[in-house]
Each structure stands twice: as structure tokens, then as C-alpha cells.
């Protein structure tokens, strides 16, 4: 599969949140991934645009570590940085219909 945006999300639906059990792209915890070229290099940086269902989120780090390490394993791949947003701040409203099933929110 070509490197895209859709084949990075695909790819971070292995990330599980360990407090919910979804993973964070059902979640709407992505919020943009984008490409860079690296010099010399056919491979990409990938870069991750990501936040938490709160500020403090004690998965925070694990979340981070598990985006990363799942992106680099990607065909294309030379680079993945992943850069914590909180603005906006995440809602349940950024859930699939999947997520909401898996955690019985109607």
C-alpha cells in the first residue's frame, strides 16, 4: 500500500488506548497527518498532529510511543514526529460511531 494519509491512519488504529480500549484513531484523538520530503532520501517524515482526551492523560506517553513506533514500521518511511495539540481540545463529539458503540455512549 502507498504511503497516504489514509494508509497512516490505518496504520494507527493498532495504537490502543489502555484506560479505554479503543484505538486513537476511532477515538479522534489524529487530528492531521502530513508528509515532508527528506533530503537525499525517498522516504518521508511523517508528521502527527495528535492530542489526549484531557490535559493530563496518564497514557499520554504511551499513546505517543505506540503512534510512533507503528507509523515507522511503514513501507516509505523515514521519520515520524509527533507533536501534541490540545487546541481545540478534545469531545466525545470527535468519536467514530464505532468508538461510541465499543464504549456504550448513544
Do not use: H
Not at 65 to 71: C, E, H, L, S
Amino acid at each position: 500500500m502507498a504511503l497516504s494519509e489514509d494508509s497512516v491512519r490505518e496504520q494507527l488504529k493498532n495504537v490502543i488506548d489502555p484506560e479505554l480500549f479503543v484505538n486513537i484513531v476511532d477515538l479522534g484523538l489524529i487530528y492531521e497527518v502530513n508528509f515532508e520530503d527528506i533530503e537525499e532520501s525517498e522516504d518521508k517524515k511523517v508528521l502527527i498532529d495528535m492530542t489526549m482526551t484531557s490535559p493530563a492523560c496518564p497514557a499520554g506517553p504511551q499513546l505517543i510511543g505506540g503512534a510512533k513506533q507503528f507509523v515507522s514500521q511503514m513501507d516509505g518511511v523515514g521519520d515520524v514526529d509527533v507533536k501534541i495539540v490540545m487546541d481545540p481540545p478534545w469531545s466525545p463529539d470527535r468519536m467514530t460511531e464505532d468508538a461510541r458503540d465499543q464504549l456504550g455512549i448513544f
